[in-house]
């Protein structure tokens, strides 16, 4: 019994386990649709009873499978301390503690509390196939990533210095982190406008700046784009054929996607 629920919470190869998956599924949208109704002033005014209730309904419901799968395996304290237990937890956690802060006075704790329930989002990622596809291609882009913000931070750090000396308190830039924070609204081209430069070499830079925002913003979502593409290229072996020489095809290739003949097995 004990694998058997091991394999229904944690594997979705067979049917049941895939049906378990999509129910989990619908259960985790349908709560968290809950929530974002009863924040609705005219919905909460009129459902706010019977919200609450299915409220409960699904925090006992992941409650009971939180159990399950701590009793299902192995190690639970290891189960418990990873990322998705704690997400797992993060599920069920605020409802339970919203019991101990009944006074009005805490009542803002209360909401904030509530807030974490949106981590149950988070529990479909791991019934996502495709999403460890995005995972992985976000770790396989994190060290161009990662120079990438060096490369922003470093950007940002020079154009708010030159901020704080040529513009100064007079014109706001009170601070070189003043100048940083106007640097990251300019190169990201919102433009608040509660900071703006006052001379003409500060507005240079101010023209230069948003024209390097503009250049470098697309920057990330190519790397990203570019390691997803590969993650989700097909697997390629080296084999060269003997009638048109194409040296590239697929792993499980078993002729030439050129001339159709046969392939021979690769050398070792």
């Avoid at 395996?73 to 009944?102: E, N, Q, W």
């Avoid at 001379?199 to 920057?219: A, K, Q």
């Avoid at 499980?252 to 070792?268: K, N, Q």
Wanted: proline content about 4%; glycine content about 6%; charged content about 20%.
């Amino acid at each position: 019994m004990r694998y058997r629920l091991y394999r229904l919470l944690f594997h979705h190869d067979a049917h049941d386990e895939r049906n378990f998956d999509l129910a989990l599924i619908l259960a985790i949208v349908a709560s968290v649709l809950v929530v974002m109704l009863d924040s609705v002033p005219g919905i909460k005014l009129r459902w706010h009873t019977q919200l609450y209730i299915a409220e409960w309904l699904f925090t006992v419901l992941f409650t009971a499978e939180y159990a399950v799968r701590l009793w299902a395996v192995r190690s639970p304290r290891r189960y418990a301390t990873s990322f998705l237990g704690l997400v797992d937890l993060m599920a069920i956690l605020p409802t339970f503690l919203s019991l101990l802060f009944p006074a009005s006075a805490s009542l803002a704790v209360v909401r904030i509390l509530r807030m974490l329930r949106i981590f149950r989002i988070l529990k479909l990622v791991k019934y996502s196939d495709e999403a460890g596809l995005l995972i992985q291609a976000l770790l396989r882009s994190r060290h161009k990533i990662l120079i990438f913000v060096t490369t922003l931070l470093t950007i940002t750090v020079i154009f708010g210095s030159l901020m704080y000396v040529i513009e100064g308190p007079e014109h706001g830039f009170e601070s070189i982190p003043t100048g940083m924070y106007w640097a990251v609204v300019t190169m990201a081209t919102v433009g608040y406008g509660d900071i703006s430069p006052g001379t003409g070499l500060g507005r240079f830079l101010t023209s230069t700046l948003i024209i390097i925002g503009y250049s470098i913003i697309v920057v990330p979502t190519g790397i990203y784009t570019a390691e997803l593409a590969r993650t989700m290229r097909p697997a390629r072996r080296s084999v060269r054929c003997l009638e048109c020489g194409l040296i590239d095809h697929e792993s499980d290739a078993w002729h030439c996607r050129t001339c159709g003949r046969s392939l021979p097995d690769p050398v070792e």
